[in-house]
């Protein structure tokens, strides 16, 4: 857990500090930045000793946990973004061979194998490398209130905001008495090629059938609840519509995040081999594993990066990663044109953090 704090921390800030230690005086608590170069080595080193120590599986009591093929995983995944790309492929066709990983795809039905994926009743399953695993349901779960301040035993989480922010909005006439706030963007729906069954599963559109809680049989979508026509689907739809999937008073969901899955793997692990030069056998990934588990031909996209840069795009919308494959693909004046600024591909440190350091954290260029 230490690596994958650091990682995230490295993606936000660029360098950020170090901490391997508990500290223990109050007056020294501050932490300056640390470079770059020092932070892929902390967390490499952090990932091989969890690989090293970690157990390949646990037994059910301790499902959820990270085990020596999580840590392997994320090694991978490290590399890509340190741009050590014969490191990554040997660490992902390790991961490939010994792990137990899979697609999920059992189903005729393309469209359904997608959908297996994120049914709140098939968590944990073989395509999860790491899940955050929420709580629920319980007899009093609200999301704005933790189970530290009540009498059942402590649980890590109340479930997901998901819902609360993803769902279409009760002002604007949908049921479930959501918010709404994100709406999928027409650039995002154009990106799908016409056929293609993620869309189905990922985004609300007119003529759908919505679901939601107390909403099990459906209604029609609106396109007007929404500012760009479009709702989000995934983790939704009517496998997850059902009360056990919803605090009782309608603002968490239990199913977990599926923080980083086999599919994204095979992604990365086809980045590395066409930035090797391997285009073919970076294509034959894209093509013969990711795209045709859900029922798709070869790419349109003739240029290997392009065609990696589309399918990521498509297959884990709506999941962690999209902003830092941006920044880390420096693609932020193509998406968001002259309202980018070079500043952005890394996060401001709060300022707070500056000053409780007493200038000892350094703020980073542009802010």
Known sequence: ??????????????????????????????????????LYKAILDDLKDAFAGLPAVWDASDTGRATKWTARAFEGKVDVWKKDWPAAIAVF???????????MNENAAKKDNFEDVFDYKKENEKESIFEIQYGGPQSDDNLWV?????????????????????????????????????????????????????LAVSIYKAGDTYYTNG????????????????????????????????????????????????????LLYAEALIQSGRIPD???????????????????????????????????AFEPGRWFDITRWGIGPTVFGSKWKEAFN??????????????????????
């Open 1 to 38: 857990m230490r690596a994958f704090n650091h990682f995230l921390a490295l993606q936000m800030w660029g360098t950020s500090p170090i901490a391997t230690k508990v500290a223990t005086n109050i007056n020294a608590l501050a932490l300056p930045n640390s470079t770059q170069a020092d």
């Open 93 to 103: 066709e390790d991961v490939r061979a010994n792990s137990g990983y899979g697609l």
């Open 146 to 198: 933790f189970d530290d301040t009540h009498s059942e035993a402590f649980k890590a989480s109340q479930g997901t905001a998901r819902v609360w922010y993803w769902n279409a909005p009760n002002g604007a006439g949908a049921p479930g008495g959501h918010m709404g706030w994100y709406s999928p963007t027409q650039s995002l729906v154009d990106e799908f090629e016409p056929g293609d069954p993620r």
């Open 215 to 266: 909403v099990t049989d459906g209604v029609p979508y609106d396109a007007g609840w929404s500012s760009t026509g479009y709702m989000i689907r995934k983790y939704g739809g009517v496998r997850n519509a059902a009360s056990a999937n919803y605090a009782p008073n309608g603002q968490a969901r239990f199913n977990n995040e599926r923080y980083f899955r086999y599919a994204d793997l095979l």
């Open 282 to 316: 970076g294509m034959a990934v894209i093509n013969n594993e990711v795209r045709a588990r859900v029922g798709l031909g070869a790419s349109p996209k003739a240029a290997g990066m392009e065609a990696l840069m589309h399918e990521r795009r498509v297959e884990l």
């Open 346 to 367: 890394l996060f401001p440190f709060p300022q707070s953090e500056i000053t409780r350091s007493n200038g000892l954290l350094k703020q980073n260029n542009g802010y």
